[in-house]
């Protein structure tokens, strides 16, 4: 009959062997694993070539009109200077609010200003992207008003327009931009 020591002998060769074969099973599963995530990304890569994004990103447009300056530097140094010379009646601040405003300046859909709620507005976000600029808000009157960051290359001329008819005047906007950068 064993000894209590033959035994203890006996299960320590055995909890050897059991260790060795799990070093082994381990080591196969981490490889079959590097396998699988390796061709898991040659897959992914190769599917990305074949099917490009349905949102394609948005392609360089050339800015409307014969104005020195981009739409975007133009809207963010040009509405401030309209709303500190008051410039702008209740009328145009409706229309700016409007979605009318946002065909005509083809801001996509989003309005041109907002009303200021704070700096954490989670209207200021689409997408979980800000489309609202970080500026000063734009007062008239007891309102704030936040500026729309959603302008588009071909806008320009249709902005131009709407501030020459509102005061600002070329020369004035490009020295004002300018005098900005």
Do not use: C
């Not at 609010?97 to 200003?113: I, N, Q, Y």
């Amino acid at each position: 009959m064993p000894t209590i020591q033959d035994k203890l002998l006996e299960f320590a060769r055995n909890l050897d062997a059991l260790e060795r074969q799990w070093a082994a099973l381990q080591n196969e599963v981490d490889g079959r694993l590097g396998r699988m995530k390796r061709r898991l990304g040659t897959l992914s890569r190769t599917k990305k070539d074949k099917n490009p994004s349905p949102h394609p990103r948005s392609q360089a447009k050339e800015q409307s009109g014969n104005f020195p300056y981009p739409v975007g530097l133009l809207v963010k140094v040009a509405f401030p200077e309209l709303f500190r010379r008051k410039l702008l009646s209740a009328g145009d601040i409706a229309y700016l609010l409007s979605d009318k405003a946002a065909k005509d300046f083809r801001t996509r859909g989003r309005p041109v200003l907002r009303l200021y709620a704070g700096e954490d507005d989670p209207g200021l976000y689409a997408y979980g992207h800000r489309r609202f600029y970080k500026i000063p808000p734009l007062e008239l009157g007891s309102k704030k008003y936040h500026l729309s960051s959603q302008f588009y290359p071909e806008s320009r001329d249709a902005v131009l327009q709407w501030l020459y008819n509102h005061g600002l005047k070329r020369d004035a906007l490009v020295s004002l931009i300018a005098g900005s950068v």
